[in-house]
T-cell receptor, first 111, second 117 residues
Framework: AQTVTQSQPEMSVQEAETVTLSCTYD???????LFWYKQPPSRQMILVIR??????QNATENRFSVNFQKAAKSFSLKISDSQLGDAAMYFC????????FGTGTRLTIIP | GAVVSQHPSWVICKSGTSVKIECRSL??????MFWYRQFPKQSLMLMAT?????????EQGVEKDKFLINHASLTLSTLTVTSAHPEDSSFYIC?????????????FGPGTRLTVT
């Protein structure tokens, strides 16, 4: 079974600064996808970024980028120029058949 | 594009009654739909996966007779909580995918808060 571990229950960052959220996973599969989802207070799950395991290049989406280390099974999310609207729960997720979520990291933005 | 709706967004029911939650993909055909449960301050736990026209696949520990899932069309899946009890109170989230295994991007509904009194 796949497991996803987020070791930081809570993180905070000053507005406009950069923060990195950690995620590790365990799997014996070689073909899979990794995601970061954001869940704001509205509880709507929003896809932040996606990474395909066969791609060595790290995915980027505007201010969001990942550091994907396949051998280490690590998938961290970097948020640059943090904004107040980035405050949310962030879930790392793994899938090759179905989504397995980590326990989440609550991100607070300090004005 | 890729909008998923859920109805109702919030429901209160009495213990022993049944409640149905609808999940619709509004602008695409969903080959696969998923149902999740989220307790306060916890992560999402997959309850079941359903493909249009076939029986749902339930995760271990999920009572299929209590949580009835029907995927009647490529745009609609329903979750019926039968004989609800207070411990069934939770936040239920559906998602829909265009792809089959391996799962591609899932588009999430806004969730339904169920309170059983």
């Amino acid at each position: 079974a796949q497991t996803v571990t987020q070791s930081q229950p809570e993180m905070s960052v000053q507005e406009a600064e950069t923060v990195t959220l950690s995620c590790t996973y365990d799997t014996s599969e070689s073909d899979y996808y990794l995601f970061w989802y954001k869940q704001p207070p509205s509880r709507q799950m929003i896809l932040v970024i996606r990474q395909e395991a066969y791609k060595q290049q790290n995915a980027t989406e505007n201010r969001f980028s990942v550091n994907f280390q396949k051998a280490a099974k690590s998938f961290s999310l970097k948020i640059s120029d943090s904004q107040l609207g980035d405050a949310a729960m962030y879930f790392c997720a793994f899938t090759n058949e179905k989504l397995t979520f980590g326990t989440g990291t609550r991100l607070t933005i300090i004005p | 594009g890729a909008v998923v709706s859920q109805h109702p967004s919030w429901v209160i029911c009495k213990s022993g009654t049944s409640v149905k939650i609808e999940c619709r993909s509004l602008d695409f055909q969903a080959t696969t739909m998923f149902w999740y449960r989220q307790f306060p301050k916890q992560s999402l736990m997959l309850m079941a996966t359903s493909n249009e026209g076939s029986k749902a696949t339930y995760e271990q520990g999920v009572e299929k007779d209590k949580f009835l899932i029907n995927h009647a069309s490529l745009t609609l899946s329903t979750l019926t909580v039968t004989s609800a009890h207070p411990e069934d109170s939770s936040f239920y989230i559906c998602s829909a995918s265009r792809g089959h295994v391996p799962s591609y991007e899932q588009y999430f509904g806004p969730g339904t808060r169920l309170t059983v009194t």
